[in-house]
């Protein structure tokens, strides 16, 4: 898929508040609604910097993108501080997404706190070309951080949550419903986002049983190539080599890269 970098001033025409701390905001956008679920927004915040955040919702039809977002810092603080009317200032769509499900293979998305998003979306985009519907299965550290789970809900697709503490579905991580999970599905398809130590556990039981995908939102700068910031180790045919997250992934197949 080539990659395009345009530049969006994209209006605000929604704002919801989804969970404790969190905010999705309704662009209207039809370059960025050209995306494809896993690749992202570089929005500008004050001082001139970036922030990289998944697309949670692809609407081509009415060129709308949604954009869902923890606060964890000054540019998040801000960007939820915007009210509907208001103009983002955003690169994008940006890097290389997920690859479409084969339609005829069982697939299941595995997102952990704000790796939730992508993985909606990938089930938004994609759920009226598949034959086989996707299953969920979605975590957070507590409950009130369980994002979009009444979403897949409304998709019809069956969802099974986990939080650390046991405040919502199972105690635990999403790694013991995704075991269970591939061991009634074979050649199956394992979409996931989420920190890395998850993705490296997801990495780890898939490998050898499904096709992984798996989303990463490493730390960026420029997000288009140019300062190295984001790379990450990786093996090929080539043997070892640094790639560039922001351009090469954010989405990587599971093999290839070195935990
Ligand atoms: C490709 C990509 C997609 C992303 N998609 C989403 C999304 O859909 N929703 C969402 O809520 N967030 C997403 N993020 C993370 C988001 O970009 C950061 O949370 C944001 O840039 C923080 O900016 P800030 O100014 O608010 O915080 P800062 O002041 O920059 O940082 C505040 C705290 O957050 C930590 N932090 C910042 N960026 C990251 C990161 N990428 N990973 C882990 N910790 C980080 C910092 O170390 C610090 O502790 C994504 C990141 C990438 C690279
Ligand atoms: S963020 Fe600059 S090269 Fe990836």
Known sequence: MAISRNWAQSPIVARHQTADNHVELIL???ELATAVPGQFAHVLTPGMLRRPI???RIDEHHGEVGLLFQ??????KWLSQRLVGDVLDILGPLGHGFPPPDPH????????GVGVPPLY????????????QPSA????????????????????????????????????TIIEPLEEWLGTHGD?????????????????????????????????????????????PTQGNLGIAYRRVCTEGPVFRAEELMW
């Open 28 to 30: 209207k956008s039809p």
């Open 54 to 56: 998944s697309f949670s």
């Open 71 to 76: 606060v964890v810092g000054s540019g998040t």
């Open 121 to 132: 979306c990938a089930a938004q985009v994609w759920l009226k070309d598949v034959a086989q």
């Open 105 to 112: 293979k069982p697939w299941v998305l595995v997102g952990g």
């Open 188 to 232: 199956a398809q394992v979409y996931a986002c989420g920190p890395m130590p998850m993705l490296q556990a997801v990495s780890h039981i898939t490998k050898g049983k499904a096709i992984s995908f798996l989303a990463l939102e490493q730390r960026m700068g420029c997000g288009i190539g140019a300062c190295l910031a984001c790379v990450v």
């Open 137 to 172: 299965i979605i975590g957070a550290r507590t409950a009130k951080w369980l994002l979009m789970a009444d979403d897949f809900a409304t998709l019809g697709i069956p969802v099974a949550l986990s939080t650390d503490d046991g405040s919502a579905g199972r105690e635990g």
